[in-house]
């Protein structure tokens, strides 16, 4: 199932509803931006992006084939900047033990996947000193040679497997361009520039970003529980088929929604602010359905449809109903997306009955 179909694993109140996750971290962030920049590139070639929670986001070109595979292991910093030695510098736990460095890490992984893996790539908010602003990914190798050498003297320090001809010229840094204070608007951002481009809708960036962001979220799979390329490709993957599926849905359901200029023809609402503020909640409720398509949120659309129906149908006028049917149904709404205004219930109510 797509982005928009079966978004999570168990329903939305057992994560305290849609308020709880109104925020993505860092790492999934900029793979949503991956996952973008693949879809939108020229000639449309096939991709698929797994992610690991906060380390490594794994990409190749076909899921069934793969012929490549890249591995990116994303890390933030407050201020300064990064050196080759600090990234090959292993750390101490707070018990004494050695744990990796971060390209000690890098090339555990390579090695995993050493015939197929085409580079490990270390991505950060802030700069490498070694790549002088180099826009795009730097090759380790490109270093001054005495920093350089003293990366290599660290590898090969950590391990004895590191080789320079097989291993360095796939070591490579990525300044990502996304600030720790603004990443969020950033990539919310492309999402939108991203949903005008494809399919020209008016659907809720910000939602769609979050809804994406769960999926890439629930598609998780640590590197460190696999040990062969048929294991990694056999784990969960994003790929341009269940985006270009996800668009399409989106698509069709904008086509298919009953239209407030419609419904609203019926209603007789008599003060332009009431008719303003309920159009607001209608539309809030829509993109509630189309863009955070949860089994939740599809069961509660079913629910609601069966219990206004009848209320509704009973009433004298559309709009008497629709409040009756509204008061009926908040419980219910609120115990899936949360605390929600009356008019808010009152505009599913409408919206439901008017599928």
């Not at 050196?83 to 890098?106: C, D, E, H, Q, Y």
């Not at 908010?125 to 490109?142: C, I, M, R, Y």
């Not at 294991?231 to 239209?259: C, M």
Request: with cysteine; net charge negative; aromatic share 8%.
């Amino acid at each position: 199932m797509g982005v928009v179909g079966d978004l999570l694993s168990v329903e939305d109140h057992e994560h305290g509803g849609e308020t709880a996750f109104d925020r993505l971290d860092y790492q999934t962030c900029w793979g949503i931006a991956r996952v973008v920049e693949l879809h939108s590139a020229p000639g449309s070639p096939p991709y698929a992006v797994a992610f690991e929670f906060h380390e490594d986001i794994a990409e190749v070109d076909d899921v069934a084939n793969p012929t490549f595979l890249r591995l990116y292991q994303l890390k933030t910093k407050k201020s300064g900047s990064w050196t080759l030695s600090t990234i090959a510098k292993p750390t101490k736990t707070s018990s004494g033990n050695v744990k990796l460095s971060f390209a000690g890490r890098m090339h555990v992984n390579l090695k995993k996947f050493d015939d197929i893996t085409e580079k490990v790539v270390f991505v950060s908010n802030l700069p490498l000193s070694e790549a002088g602003g180099t826009v795009g990914e730097f090759h380790f190798e490109l270093a001054d040679d005495d920093k350089l050498e003293k990366f290599l003297d660290a590898m090969k320090a950590e391990s004895s497997t590191f080789s320079q001809s097989d291993d360095l010229h796939r070591f490579r840094f990525l300044e990502c361009g996304l600030h720790l204070s603004t990443y969020e608007s950033t990539v919310v951002g492309k999402i939108a520039l991203f949903l005008a481009n494809e399919i020209d809708g008016d659907v809720n960036a910000k939602q769609f970003y979050l809804t994406l962001g769960f999926r890439c979220r629930e598609r998780t799979k640590n590197l460190a529980d696999l040990t062969s390329i048929e294991e990694l490709v056999a784990s969960k993957f994003i790929t341009r088929a269940s985006i270009s599926a996800d668009l399409e849905k989106l698509q069709s359901g904008r086509i298919r929604r009953p239209q407030w200029e419609t419904v609203s023809r019926s209603l007789a609402i008599g003060h332009h602010r009431d008719e303003r503020e309920l159009r607001d909640a209608w539309f809030e409720y829509e993109m509630t359905q189309i863009a955070r398509a949860t089994p939740a949120t599809r069961k509660l659309a079913d629910h609601l449809r069966g219990r206004v129906t009848p209320i509704i149908n009973s009433a004298s006028t559309l709009l008497e109903g629709a409040v009756t049917a509204g008061a009926t149904v908040r419980a219910d709404i609120e115990a899936v997306l949360g605390p929600r205004s009356e008019k808010f219930s009152v505009a599913a109510a409408l919206y439901e009955y008017s599928r």
